[in-house]
């Protein structure tokens, strides 16, 4: 298959294109700026076809959509910042990528949702996310949507985060109690899944939770970082109404002066106050996936 990727010169989109190429697949990805290294890497590397585009123009969405047989659409932020709110990257966006692969004649869809998606949720990246899902429903494709929890592997956001300050840092903060439930999942299985559906046809039409098999707390994914890399540092707890105060000032500060989006925000607090758990035994049985152990798995790429 041709296979259109949006947001694939992120984490989880360089392991989907990857997938897609060892599955005998064309990737063709759609980037903003075709010289950047992460796009460069991705054509030299995995020899993925590059169109150059932004996910806000209709008319390189057109161009990009043109001739391929699916789309998997993986665009999505967690902070927003100027012209790139939730609702436009997250709704409007797959609305025009959607008129386009509807205009272009292109059947299967694949989108990227969030565990923890829902009417009427609390944090504005989901309400988002599941906007985008009732006009990927809507659409009249042959659609599936994946809804991953924290994912993670080489690269990633989280554990890479955390590995990197406890080289200089003797405190590991966290936000509030800690206590919300996460079940992480590695990013290899991710793009499994979502490579897996295009030829999956009992995927059509369903919504998949995409998330491991064990459950932790989020003290206690710091504390198999730390154990992993054969740390001791100090956990401090701050209470959510100070860590609201500092998400409000870094949203403020970091757009203002540093012209970047903030590292954190109110609406990620949110997310942190929720348990972020799912069901993904179907996922496992119709894609064949195989979780591991959260603890051996992140030892793969912090332990050299």
Same mark, same amino acid.
């Given at each position: 298959?041709?296979?259109?990727?949006?947001?694939?010169?992120?984490? +989880?989109?360089?392991?989907?294109?990857?997938? &897609?190429?060892?599955?005998?697949?064309?990737?063709?990805?759609?980037?903003?700026?075709? !010289?950047?290294?992460?796009?460069?890497? &991705?054509?030299?590397?995995?020899?993925?076809? &590059?169109?150059?585009?932004? +996910?806000?123009?209709?008319?390189?969405?057109?161009?990009?959509?043109?001739?391929?047989?699916?789309?998997?659409?993986?665009?999505? +932020?967690?902070?927003?910042?100027?012209?790139?709110?939730?609702?436009?990257?997250?709704?409007?966006?797959?609305?025009?990528?959607?008129?386009?692969?509807?205009?272009?004649?292109?059947?299967?869809?694949?989108?990227?949702?969030? /565990?923890?998606?829902?009417?009427?949720?609390?944090?504005?990246?989901?309400?988002?996310?599941?906007?985008? !899902?009732? /006009?990927?429903?809507?659409?009249?494709?042959?659609?599936?949507?994946?809804?991953?929890?924290?994912?993670?592997?080489?690269?990633?956001?989280?554990?890479?985060?955390?590995?990197?300050?406890?080289?200089?840092?003797?405190?590991?903060?966290?936000?509030?109690?800690?206590?919300?439930?996460?079940?992480? +999942?590695?990013? !290899?299985?991710?793009?499994?899944?979502?490579?897996?559906?295009?030829?999956?046809?009992?995927?059509?039409?369903?919504?998949?939770?995409?998330?491991?098999?064990?459950?932790?707390?989020?003290?206690?994914?710091?504390? %198999?970082?730390?154990?992993? &890399?054969?740390?001791?540092?100090?956990?401090?707890?701050?209470?959510?109404?100070?860590?609201?105060?500092?998400?409000?000032?870094? !949203?403020?500060?970091?757009?203002?002066? %540093?012209?970047?989006?903030?590292?954190?925000?109110?609406?990620?607090?949110?997310? %942190?106050?929720?348990?972020?758990?799912?069901?993904?035994?179907?996922?496992?049985?119709?894609?064949?996936?195989?979780?591991?152990?959260?603890?051996?798995?992140?030892?793969?790429?912090?332990?050299?």
């Amino acid at each position: 298959m041709k296979v259109l990727v949006t947001g694939g010169t992120g984490f +989880i989109g360089r392991n989907v294109v990857r997938r &897609l190429v060892a599955a005998g697949h064309e990737p063709r990805v759609l980037v903003r700026d075709v !010289e950047s290294g992460k796009a460069r890497a &991705l054509a030299a590397d995995l020899k993925a076809v &590059l169109v150059a585009g932004d +996910i806000h123009d209709e008319t390189a969405l057109n161009a990009a959509v043109a001739g391929v047989d699916a789309v998997i659409h993986l665009v999505g +932020i967690i902070s927003e910042i100027g012209r790139n709110t939730f609702e436009e990257a997250h709704v409007g966006a797959t609305r025009r990528l959607l008129d386009a692969a509807t205009r272009s004649g292109v059947r299967r869809w694949v989108q990227m949702s969030a /565990l923890g998606t829902r009417p009427n949720a609390r944090a504005r990246y989901h309400q988002t996310k599941w906007a985008a !899902e009732e /006009l990927v429903r809507a659409s009249g494709l042959d659609w599936t949507i994946f809804r991953p929890s924290i994912v993670y592997g080489p690269g990633d956001g989280l554990v890479g985060l955390f590995a990197k300050m406890s080289r200089w840092s003797p405190i590991l903060p966290v936000m509030g109690s800690g206590a919300g439930l996460m079940q992480p +999942i590695h990013v !290899e299985q991710v793009a499994m899944a979502f490579v897996g559906a295009l030829t999956t046809p009992a995927s059509v039409g369903q919504t998949y939770d995409l998330c491991g098999d064990e459950r932790f707390r989020f003290v206690e994914i710091l504390g %198999l970082i730390l154990k992993a &890399l054969g740390r001791r540092r100090l956990v401090v707890h701050l209470p959510m109404p100070l860590a609201r105060l500092q998400a409000r000032v870094m !949203e403020s500060v970091f757009p203002a002066i %540093l012209r970047r989006a903030s590292p954190l925000t109110c609406d990620q607090l949110l997310m %942190l106050e929720e348990d972020n758990v799912g069901d993904a035994a179907r996922a496992k049985a119709d894609f064949r996936l195989d979780f591991g152990r959260f603890e051996e798995g992140i030892r793969t790429y912090l332990v050299p």
